[in-house]
């Protein structure tokens, strides 16, 4: 059964900061990957995904990630962050095994100090 | 284009009373369904999830119950509550061939 795996459960930066949340996942086979990510009081929304070619996928708002398969990982990035990205973010794989079962990281919270 | 309907947005109800939580998919077809809770510091947890009308798949065993009575609708039951099972809860949708879920707004269950 695949797992997903967000260590950084709190991270807090400046603005114009860097910024890389890691996220691996456990699943031997082929997958699809994606990043959402939830403002405060918002739903959630696609921030970005991956399912096949290009292993660097940029997403909305200047976000990006890279598919590295040998470290089953996809880490989201933003060269340079903003007050407004101030929200939590969630990594979440879909094995093509599974009929579509889309399973989620527990979450990392975001803050941006202005 | 698609929109997703998810109803009570908040619920308090008292243990050991019975729950149900509807979420409805419109412009769309044939969708696969989802069930997560979201916890704090503990992400969404994969409660159940259905590829088709009165099919299944359970994730955690649980005080839970879904079923799908048709195409666009998706339940989440419970015959009594217990204080455990206070929560948020989403229902997403996605077109079934592997591609991103889209959420509604979720349920605040406050069991009481």
């Known amino acids: 059964a695949q797992s997903v795996s967000q260590h950084n459960h709190h991270v807090i930066l400046s603005e114009a900061a860097s910024l890389e949340l890691g996220c691996n996942y456990s699943?031997?086979?082929?997958?699809?990957l994606f990043w959402y990510v939830q403002y405060p009081g918002q739903h959630l929304q696609l921030l970005l995904k991956?399912?096949?070619?290009?292993?660097l996928v940029k997403g909305i708002k200047g976000f990006e990630a890279e598919f590295i398969k040998s470290k089953f990982s996809f880490n989201l990035r933003k060269p340079s962050v903003q007050w407004s990205d101030t929200a939590e973010y969630f990594c979440?794989?879909?094995?093509?095994?599974?009929?579509?079962?889309?399973?989620f990281g527990s979450g990392t919270r975001l803050s941006i100090r202005p | 284009s698609q929109t997703i309907h998810q109803w009570p947005a908040t619920l308090v109800q008292p243990v050991g009373s019975p729950l149900s939580l509807e979420c409805t998919v419109e412009?769309?077809?044939?969708?696969?369904l989802y069930w997560y809770r979201q916890a704090a510091g503990r992400g969404l947890q994969l409660l159940f999830y259905?590829?088709?009308?009165?099919?299944i798949s359970s994730e955690v065993p649980q005080n839970l119950s879904a079923s799908r009575p048709q195409d666009r609708q998706f339940i989440l039951s419970s015959k009594k509550l217990l204080l455990s099972d206070s929560g948020f809860y989403l229902c997403?949708?996605?077109?079934?061939?592997?591609?991103?879920?889209?959420f509604g707004q979720g349920t605040r269950l406050t069991v009481v």
């Open positions: 997403a949708w996605s077109s079934g061939d592997r591609t991103e879920a889209f």
């Open positions: 699943y031997g086979g082929t997958v699809n």
């Open positions: 991956y399912f096949s070619g290009d292993p």
């Open positions: 979440a794989v879909m094995a093509y095994s599974s009929a579509s079962k889309i399973i």
């Open positions: 412009g769309t077809s044939n969708p696969n």
């Open positions: 259905s590829v088709g009308i009165g099919q």
